[in-house]
Each structure stands twice: as C-alpha cells, then as structure tokens.
C-alpha cells in the first residue's frame, strides 16, 4: 500500500501550545505536502516540501522531511483556535500523477 | 489569488440517475485531479487528466465515472447510475507545471437518496 498514515489522529492543545504532527509514507516521493480541511470545506495547500529539502518553514508552521525514514513532521507554534481543523499529509509519488493522502490528524485548540 | 471553483456546493440525486461534477480549474494550470472524501474518512484519488486525456485513474474510477474537459475552462465528473455508495464530497484540483502543489477547490457534496 502507497498509504500515507498521520499521528496522532486527534491531538487536543491550549492555545499558544505548539502542535507535532507526524505523517509517514512508504515509497519514494518526488514531494510532500500538508493540507489544512475545517470541517466540511476544501482542503487548503500550507506548504511543499521537495524530497531533496529537510526543512521548510511558512510563518508558524515548519515541516521536516525525513526520507531515509519515509517521514515527515508538522509543527505549529504558538497555536490559535482558529488552527482548530484536521491536518492531512499528500504525497507525490516518483513516477505517478496522483497524491495519497494520510488519514488526517484532527487538532483541536483550545481557547 | 486564484483558485479552483466546484459547482454545484450540494448535490442531491437519486439512486440511479446520472449527475455531473464542474470544476473550473486555475486558468494557467495543467494537470487537473478529482478526488473524493467519504464523511469522516481520508481523501482518495479518482483521477488524473492532462493534455486532453486520463494520466492515471484509481480502482475506484470505474465505467460508472468518466471525466471531460468539454471547453478551454470547465472539467467534469460525471457520474453514471448513481449508487448510495457514492455519496461523498468530490473534490477537483489543478496544478501547474513541474514540482507545484495542488490547489483544490471547496468541493462538491453528493448525496444519494
């Protein structure tokens, strides 16, 4: 299976807290992408990483990228409620045209 | 900033009759996606498109759906004798060329009765 697979699945935090999500894939990729989805609307494109970059930060948000270990980690700092959604890795697999998304980890902020 | 448009936002059709998806991708983007996410579970892959014909399509894309780009801005799913099973949001994106992300639109919710 080319699954993509997130942990935690849901994880609960206090505002200003910092928020890790994991995701991990099992072939090689050509790139990995994080994806923002609240409730019942599109999924909203945060941040590309290429499989030749470790790291790539957007604002509060820094993503690593661990091929070796088919990884790759989300972290949001000083977190808002309005974070309150649920986080989906998508990867780019070497040689096809489509993305797999992971099952999603649904964070909730807490005011 | 542009981005993907889906029409309609809700769709409900009854068990057996054919209904299509619209999407107007990024005007400059070439590679346009359907997807769907069954309530409360992960997003999957239906299909690929670019240059006027299907790059790749998943087990779930079978004779009942197909997909056209009728003129230069739309993009279509169609979805042939609709099953209860199909009741889903459809999502469509595009991206441009080389190493660019998807951009997805708000998607379409089909219930079937």
């Known amino acids: 299976s080319q699954q993509g697979e997130e942990d935690p699945q849901a994880l609960s935090i206090q505002e200003g807290e910092n928020a890790t999500m994991n995701c991990s894939y099992k072939?090689?990729?050509?790139?990995l992408q994080w994806y923002r989805q609240n409730s019942g609307r599109g999924l909203v494109h945060l941040i590309l990483?290429?499989?030749?970059?470790r790291e790539k930060h957007s604002g509060r948000l820094r993503v690593t990228l661990d091929t070796s270990k088919k990884s790759s980690s989300l972290l949001i700092t000083a977190s808002r409620a309005a974070d309150t959604a649920s986080y989906f890795c998508?990867?780019?697999?070497?040689?096809?045209?489509?993305?797999?998304f992971g099952t999603g980890t649904r964070l909730k902020v807490l005011a | 900033e542009p981005e993907v448009t889906q029409t309609p936002s809700h769709q409900v059709t009854q068990m057996g009759q054919e209904v299509i998806l619209r999407c107007v991708p990024i005007?400059?983007?070439?590679?346009f996606y359907w997807y769907r996410q069954i309530l409360g579970q992960k997003v999957e892959f239906l299909v690929s498109?670019?240059?006027?014909?299907?790059?790749?399509k998943s087990e779930i894309f079978d004779d009942q759906f197909s997909v056209e780009r009728p003129d230069g801005s739309n993009f279509t799913l169609k979805i042939r004798s609709t099953k209860l099973e199909d009741s889903a949001m459809y999502f469509c994106?595009?991206?441009?060329?080389?190493?660019?992300?998807?951009?997805f639109g708000d998607g379409t919710r089909l219930s079937i009765l």
């Open positions: 994106a595009s991206r441009g060329t080389g190493n660019q992300p998807q951009h």
């Open positions: 072939t090689s990729i050509n790139n």
């Open positions: 990483i290429r499989s030749n970059e």
């Open positions: 998508a990867t780019d697999y070497s040689g096809t045209y489509k993305y797999i």
């Open positions: 005007s400059n983007h070439l590679y």
């Open positions: 498109f670019y240059n006027n014909e299907i790059s790749e």
